[in-house]
């Protein structure tokens, strides 16, 4: 149980921390919409791709590195999908216009506008397999510290040092993060791994809920300070954030042409 609470706990403050930087494609749809005071929408976006992050998270936890192994031959393929889904999605942004007689949601619609809103970020999330990277090293590197602070988190911080080498290319070593007597800290079975699916579970799901939190609290306070601003201003962000995506949509297409052309 021990294990389970420190882990749980490290997962959300993990989930919440990492979704603090307004710099990825789920941030820019969340803030867009959430200054247009649409905190609905900004609120089931996040679930959607809150999903995708415990998935991957999971994944990249547990050690399924052999589906990711099996699944990186049509990346580059997911990638440009990926890209045209934010070029669409940043066109339509940057084309937004607010009126703020018209802000409030057509309630003949409420269905197809929610599942429309939930797939959003969904696949927004989904068609970034960078992702998985990204929740793997920044997983092994949290890990890795509150193993070296003596905490007990079920030998979590050994079974990702084993999913980072996996993935490494065959004659590379994994980079050390925390000098070689962390472990050495507790002459206890801390290090041990023990219970590793539900351990990683349980990190996966508290991270995803740090995500919905911070998204939360995010579209809230936007929501509340967005009248501070005249209209024009919201406008201007706004279609800032549209141009934004079609970078992000740029730099995956450069990403998956690197892929495919090495």
């Known amino acids: 149980m021990e294990t389970l609470l420190t882990i749980s706990l490290v997962g959300l403050v993990v989930g919440f921390i990492f979704s603090i930087p307004v710099a990825g494609p789920v941030s820019i749809l969340i803030t867009s919409h959430a200054i247009k005071g649409e905190m609905h929408f900004a609120l089931v976006t996040a679930l959607g791709a809150a999903i995708i992050d415990f998935l991957y998270c999971f994944i990249a936890v547990f050690g399924f590195t052999h589906l990711y192994i099996l699944y990186r031959p049509i990346i580059p393929y997911t990638l440009l999908i990926g890209t045209i889904f934010l070029v669409f999605l940043g066109y339509r942004i940057m084309h937004m216009k607010l009126d703020l007689e018209a802000a409030e949601p057509d309630p003949s619609k409420p269905r197809l506008r929610k599942r429309g809103r939930f797939l959003t970020g969904l696949m927004v999330n989904f068609l970034n397999p960078s992702l998985f990277f990204g929740w793997l090293t920044s997983s092994f590197v949290v890990m890795s510290f509150v193993a070296s602070l003596g905490l007990n988190i079920g030998g979590l911080n050994t079974v990702l040092e084993n999913n980072v080498d996996s993935m490494k290319e065959p004659g590379t070593q994994v980079e050390q993060v925390v000098p070689d007597s962390s472990p050495k800290?507790?002459?206890?079975?801390?290090?041990?791994?023990?219970?590793?699916?539900?351990?990683?579970?349980?990190?996966?799901?508290?991270?995803?809920?740090?995500?919905?939190?911070?998204?939360?609290?995010?579209?809230?306070?936007?929501?509340?300070?967005?009248?501070?601003?005249?209209?024009?201003?919201?406008?201007?962000?706004?279609?800032?954030?549209?141009?934004?995506?079609?970078?992000?949509?740029?730099?995956?297409?450069?990403?998956?042409?690197?892929?495919?052309?090495?």
Not at 207 to 218: D, K, S
Not at 228 to 257: C, D, M, P, R, V
Request: proline residues 1%.
């Open 185 to 262: 800290i507790n002459n206890t079975n801390h290090s041990e791994t023990a219970h590793p699916f539900w351990n990683s579970m349980a990190y996966a799901f508290f991270v995803a809920l740090g995500t919905i939190i911070w998204f939360y609290n995010f579209s809230k306070f936007l929501v509340h300070h967005r009248k501070k601003l005249k209209i024009e201003y919201i406008n201007k962000i706004i279609h800032t954030l549209g141009f934004a995506l079609w970078g992000f949509g740029t730099y995956l297409a450069y990403t998956a042409i690197k892929m495919i052309m090495t």
